[in-house]
């Protein structure tokens, strides 16, 4: 029998002609141009003001809206029936994103009067934070819209894309939750702590407060040394440490850890867990009167979870770091 034939309620085969009975499926109203071209309009509005579109608020303004019981989560059955246990119901998945253009940034060592060492290039650090910050807002101003009193799991991904040149881009995705009370938290806490995370560090007297993160890029102009290791005879040598690159590294990490206290310290933390490194280092060959030299770019990026002790705390604790080192 063919895929296309089908059994009427008499028992015969309908072909693929035959009458259907069942009423077709509602058409779609018509686009208006004005109004599309007004709604895009408007969202760019929203958006250059650090806000989400006005369709995104209205669709999520939505599910605070009666007895709303559907949810979209990208919660597991396990983090699901942990989060119930300690009384957070998924309310919808929310996200934050932010495609930034990063300034002119001049290269050290490509002109006259630097010298060599390990230098940041700050407008590329400026662009990487200010794109997180705004992803991030976002991602707690749909769960704000949605009535929810937290974002759990939250994960960030980063990257740049050719369709858009001299940019990054930050993208920010998590579950809202509501806890219960009455009234909806007026600032949504997020964290990037899994369900089962958050399930623990309740069950330990702590909970979050928010999520920090910080990126550093730093330009690594080498040593005469260093270069005759890379580039020159004495790369056939035998082995030996780079010892700008390796303290290019520990001084690019300081400054992003550094940057992590002080968001940590604005929000009263106790300390930060799940932190999270991701390190990209790339090559740069220069051309220096007919020589070549490599100089190293490397990017770092450092994200956790703020907590502080909810029973048990005595004043304000020195702010520690418990870490998950991951490339």
């Known amino acids: 029998m063919s895929f296309f034939h089908r059994r009427g309620s008499s028992g015969a085969d309908d072909g693929p002609n035959a009458a259907d009975s069942r009423p077709a499926p509602p058409s779609l109203p018509p686009v208006d141009p004005a109004v599309a071209a007004a709604e895009v309009q408007a969202a760019i509005a929203a958006l250059e003001q650090g806000g989400i579109p006005p369709k995104a608020q209205a669709r999520l303004a939505e599910l605070r809206q ?18 119930a246990r300690v009384g957070l119901r998924p309310v919808s998945q929310v996200m934050g994103s932010s495609v930034y253009h990063v300034g002119w940034q001049g290269m050290p060592g490509s002109y006259f009067g630097v010298g060599r060492g390990a230098y940041e290039l700050t407008m590329l650090s400026d662009a990487w934070n200010q794109a997180r910050g705004l992803a991030l807002s976002r991602l707690q101003q749909e769960a704000l819209h949605a009535g929810a009193d937290a974002v759990v799991g939250v994960r960030i991904t980063w990257g740049a894309h050719d369709f858009a040149p001299n940019s990054v881009e930050m993208v920010a995705v998590g579950t809202a939750v509501r806890t219960g009370s009455a009234e909806p938290s007026p600032s949504p806490v997020l964290t990037d702590l899994s369900g089962q995370e958050v399930y623990n560090l309740l069950s330990a007297g702590f909970r979050p407060v928010g999520v920090v993160g910080a990126t550093t890029v730093f330009y ?10 890379t580039s020159g005879w004495g790369s056939w040598s035998a082995n030996a440490e780079l010892p700008d690159f390796t303290q290019a590294l520990y001084t690019a990490r300081e400054v992003a850890f550094g940057h992590l206290g002080e968001q940590a310290r604005r929000l009263g933390a106790h300390g930060v867990v799940g932190v999270s490194i991701r390190q990209d280092v790339h090559t740069r060959e220069i051309d220096q009167n007919g020589s070549k030299r490599i100089d190293l770019i490397v990017q770092l990026h450092v994200l956790g979870t703020a907590i502080i002790e909810t029973s048990g705390a005595a004043g304000a604790l020195p702010v520690k770091t418990n870490l998950d080192l991951s490339v």
């Open 66 to 83: 009666g007895n709303q019981t559907l949810f979209t989560s990208d919660l597991s059955v396990a983090e699901f029936a942990l989060l």
């Open 220 to 229: 690594v102009v080498p040593q005469w040394a260093t270069q005759n290791l």
